[in-house]
């Protein structure tokens, strides 16, 4: 796994935004064979872009930089949408969004936003697609997910697919989500610290009891959750009630689930400040490469906790009105812009 001074040391190769391509729509696909996690995955997607190792692309007029395509693993097809930034020959961060239970990637992206905010940054954003609209964040088997490492696979498989065909940078793949996908975020960044350089779950906890996830090595990681969420409480949910469709899985509190990546990483302890319209708590690894002095490296692996005041089962700053139900939408924080500022370094 990856130690704190590696991350340290890539925090320092992080490069400059760049400037937001165009967005033009692609629906496509097309064709290429990887031997991944859980089988020979294929995956394909139409259009320029198709970057540098295989897959096989159509000639058009000009780059689009969104995709929808879809990979082959465990014997399903597994569909994502891809955003792509302007065209470089430099390797491309790469950003993994998964949306919450009962929605869908287009519903993250009108959401969050997050594939203007990142493409601006030169970030590959990828929204993969849910089996029946959820993702299997816990390590429980259920009726409706069986396999309780299936999406874990899924995702590894997806972005080894995307760092050979759209030149993703491997050193600086991170995780996001909302709800039932920011816990997905987290258990990869939990299970696969290996994988990722960073995570970040708006409204998402880690699992407990018998479907529990836990860290197991150092990775920033970032918990942006409501102080007032009616849907799942701020303090965890040890005994969630039954839902007719899906079981609701048990999870830790937001503050618990932050401390134990913390704990994973050899944190510090933490230091609260209260900011406008939120609280932040943050624990600092403490042998993150301490004989280099640069700010960066000084701040390259952290977890911190951002509770949101006046804020429910939202995305903190977005336009778009939540459920009945969901509670109050925050405009204190612009959940969109603090996650990226953290992730690529900037915002620890």
């Not at 465990?74 to 929605?103: C, M, N, V």
Request: proline share 10%; charged share 25%.
């Amino acid at each position: 796994m990856r130690s704190s001074r590696d991350l340290a040391s890539r925090a320092r190769r992080w490069p400059a935004a760049l400037a937001l391509a165009l967005l033009l729509p692609l629906a496509g696909c097309a064709t290429g064979a990887d031997s991944g996690p859980g089988g020979d995955p294929s995956a394909t997607a139409t259009g320029p872009g198709t970057g540098p190792g295989g897959g096989t692309a159509t000639a058009t007029a000009a780059p689009a930089p969104e995709v929808r395509g879809q990979l082959r693993a465990d014997d399903r097809t597994r569909r994502y949408l891809l955003h792509r930034p302007a065209a470089t020959d430099d390797p491309k961060p790469l950003l993994i969004a998964f949306h919450g239970r009962g929605a869908d990637a287009a519903e993250l992206r009108e959401k969050s936003r997050l594939e203007r905010a990142a493409t601006a940054r030169g970030m590959i954003v990828a929204f993969p697609e849910g089996l029946d609209h959820g993702w299997g964040a816990g390590a429980r088997a259920t009726k409706q997910r069986p396999d309780p490492g299936l999406d874990v696979r899924f995702t590894e498989a997806l972005i080894k697919h995307l760092v050979r065909t759209e030149h993703a940078d491997p050193e600086r793949v991170y995780a996001t989500g909302f709800s039932n996908g920011g816990s997905m975020a987290l258990r990869m960044a939990a299970e696969r610290p290996d994988l990722l350089a960073g995570a970040v779950s708006v409204s998402g906890q880690l699992p407990a009891g018998d479907a529990a996830v836990k860290p197991t090595g150092p990775l920033p990681v970032m918990v942006v959750y409501g102080a007032d969420d009616p849907v799942r409480p701020l303090a965890g949910w040890p005994s969630p009630p039954p839902d007719p469709e899906e079981p609701i899985l048990p999870s830790l509190s937001a503050r618990d689930t932050a401390a134990a990546f913390a704990a994973a990483g050899g944190a510090g302890k933490p230091v609260a400040r209260e900011e406008k319209g939120y609280d932040r708590t943050v624990w600092r690894i403490e042998d993150a490469a301490p004989e280099d002095s640069t700010e960066a490296a000084a701040e390259a692996a952290t977890v911190q906790l951002l509770v949101v005041h006046d804020a429910g089962h939202t995305w903190p700053g977005s336009t778009v009105p939540p459920p009945d139900g969901f509670g109050p939408v925050s405009k204190a924080l612009d959940a969109t812009g603090t996650l990226l500022d953290f992730l690529t370094g900037s915002g620890r």
